[in-house]
């Protein structure tokens, strides 16, 4: 209510209500406030608000769970012997108390709001801090006090011209609200329809008894009749034969020179020729290789075919499907659409002053960086998406460096656990959330589940942003305006089909190939049909057993992953027509890149920001 109020409606940069219990003290507050009348007579009236609402059991159940937020927040050995110390609350007095909170019904929050939001309002206290207006006057009982900033102002004065500026900025900084009329920017909407593709199962329907193996068999089940018809269209003119083998003096192999194995139901065989050094190959990928058997046993290779691009969905195909088989009550209409803002590798680490560009980003997407030009492009950001790694380390598998310098150390340690980072992930987020639509996916650092697909990132990590999202357990066709996803995603953005991920995949692949460039494999594997082609050999992940879910059976519009070294991006094309927008992004923690992707003509733009200090 007070963040509706005073913020939305009366234009304050923040405000809202607290309480310190132990000292018997509720206010009331705001800041950088450009209508403090209004504010004041929102205060006034919000006992009656609370009074006089309808309170449903879901509102108590929402306040109880914020409430026990803070009550059972985690703490030091200190703060708690400080607090037994001077208070002496004892821990029968905080069971009572919790006891108490969970009973609250809403008869009781109404005598409460009356008692002491109402009557006791009375006898409270207000203060206000800024420049004195027309309309505080000592005879209607304001009691006006300088703090002493003209006196301020005077003594720099007088010292040298290049402070001056100083000064200069002190009047722009401290002159009343401007009165000019500004207009009222509303954000572009979003169409927003996400798959689960990755969503495994709930409960005890999910389990790890199954063998790995079965992912490969169902892979080449799903994947070795699309490539037979890509290699028998390549290959239908080519005749079968046997050349006889040149002469050879000896059989040696190039010292650090790959193996290659060919493997399917019936056996392996090692692949050889000078055609494979020119291609991207990894475990996992399904392909059809022609060439002959030499007396080795190995296999020589004249040409590879792989799956390539499956068949593409058109624009709005699946939105309008859903229109005529009356899914949804919505116009079949396509309406214009905005950017989407792409992000990732946030890193925030709890440190104080570690989010100044994260600050900077923030302030960007609201409109409230720059000048009137800005805020219309930033109304028509319609989306955001983190692709991963937006806490520094939150991963539950500590890396080889913690473990060799964690001490050992026996009982409970109140240390290990740090919620800095967590929490300011999510006032970040919930900043953004009452304008800006977001979707969250997890990465190699959050604390989510480390084997792919990573599965949401659990809804008590962000008491702000919960408001915004579905309820646990619930379906809806509306995804919610905080989308936590899996790793990876894809859904329909606006009509295209997106598939997105946090970077793992094509970082695994980088280590078992020759080459640094990150679309040219993200393309492979586009082509290969896979989107983790090294799962399970070399990247941990669920064992499926009746399907892979790792095989891309519809071909994306737009293929996005997180937390690459730089920017990149590319356009490719299938055989059939397909044309994929491939976008490397890079980690903002490094780079301060955030990437604009145009929902229209999927163009893309960089927005980068930085830090200039004086040397």
């Not at 208070?87 to 009781?108: F, G, I, N, P, T």
């Not at 909407?189 to 996400?194: A, F, I, R």
């Not at 619930?474 to 305006?481: I, L, N, R």
């Not at 295209?496 to 190939?513: E, H, I, M, N, P």
């Amino acid at each position: 209510h007070l963040h509706h109020e005073i913020r939305e409606k009366g234009g304050a940069y923040g405000g809202g209500a607290y309480h310190r219990g132990l000292n018997g003290v509720f206010g009331y507050y705001s800041y950088r406030d450009p209508n403090p009348l209004n504010t004041m007579a929102v205060m006034r009236d919000a006992g009656a608000w609370a009074r006089d609402r309808e309170w449903s059991e879901r509102d108590l159940e929402e306040a109880k769970l914020s409430v026990f937020q803070g009550v059972d927040a985690p703490e030091s050995v200190s703060q708690e012997g400080m607090v037994r110390f001077l208070s002496e609350v004892d821990d029968a007095m905080e069971q009572r108390k919790r006891e108490e909170l969970l009973d609250v019904k809403r008869e009781q929050v109404r005598d409460v709001a009356q008692r002491y939001l109402v009557e006791g309002a009375k006898d409270g206290s207000l203060a206000v801090l800024g420049e004195k207006a027309t309309w505080v006057k000592e005879v209607e009982g304001w009691d006006v006090r300088d703090l002493g900033m003209k006196g301020v102002e005077q003594e720099v004065v007088g010292e040298e011209i290049g402070e001056q500026r100083d000064v200069a900025f002190l009047d722009v900084f401290l002159q009343s609200p401007t009165t000019n009329d500004f207009p009222n920017l509303e954000r572009t909407p979003s169409s927003y329809n996400p798959l689960q593709t990755y969503d495994l199962a709930k409960g005890n329907d999910k389990h790890y008894q199954q063998q790995y193996a079965d992912m490969y068999f169902t892979r080449l089940a799903m994947l070795k009749k699309p490539v037979e018809q890509v290699a028998a269209e390549a290959w239908d003119d080519f005749k079968h034969w046997i050349a006889a083998p040149p002469p050879r003096a000896k059989f040696t192999s190039p010292n650090g020179q790959d193996q290659i194995m060919l493997e399917d139901e019936s056996g392996r065989i090692r692949l050889t020729g000078s055609f494979l050094p020119m291609q991207l190959l990894v475990t996992g990928c399904i392909v059809a290789v022609l060439g002959t058997e030499n007396r080795d046993g190995e296999f020589d290779v004249v040409d590879l075919k792989v799956p390539d691009l499956p068949a593409q969905p058109e624009r709005w195909g699946r939105h309008h499907s859903q229109v005529q088989g009356g899914k949804n009550n919505q116009q079949n209409g396509t309406p214009q659409a905005g950017k989407m803002a792409i992000v990732s590798g946030l890193g925030i680490n709890g440190d104080e002053g570690d989010t100044l560009c994260v600050d900077l980003l923030l302030e960007y997407l609201l409109g409230e960086a720059a000048g009137p030009e800005s805020q219309v492009a930033a109304a028509n950001i319609s989306r955001l998406l983190v692709a991963g790694n937006s806490i520094s380390h939150g991963t539950p598998i500590p890396s080889r460096e913690d473990v060799a310098a964690k001490k050992k150390k026996y009982g409970y340690d109140p240390t290990a656990y740090n919620a800095a980072p967590t929490e300011r992930l999510d006032v970040l987020l919930a900043t953004l959330l009452p304008s800006l639509p977001i979707t969250l996916l997890p990465g190699l650092t959050d604390p989510a589940n480390v084997s792919l697909p990573q599965q949401p990132l659990h809804p008590a990590l962000f008491p702000h942003c919960r408001a915004y999202s579905l309820i646990p357990g619930e379906s809806s066709q509306d995804p919610g305006w905080f989308d936590t996803a899996t790793n990876p995603w894809q859904g329909d953005v606006d009509g295209w089909r997106v598939l997105a991920s946090g970077g793992q995949t094509v970082d695994d692949v980088f280590k078992y190939v020759e080459g640094e460039d990150r679309i040219e494999m993200m393309e492979s594997m586009l082509r290969w049909r896979l989107v983790a082609p090294t799962a399970p050999d070399t990247l941990w992940s669920y064992p499926f057993q009746l399907k892979d879910a790792f095989i891309i059976s519809e071909c994306p519009h737009v293929y996005i992953v997180g937390n690459q070294p730089k920017f990149d991006t590319a356009v490719i094309e299938g055989p059939d027509g397909q044309r994929v927008r491939l976008i490397a992004v890079p980690k903002f923690r490094d780079t301060g890149e955030l990437i604009l992707l145009d929902m229209e003509n999927l163009g893309v733009e960089v927005v980068k920001f930085d830090l200039f200090q004086k040397t």
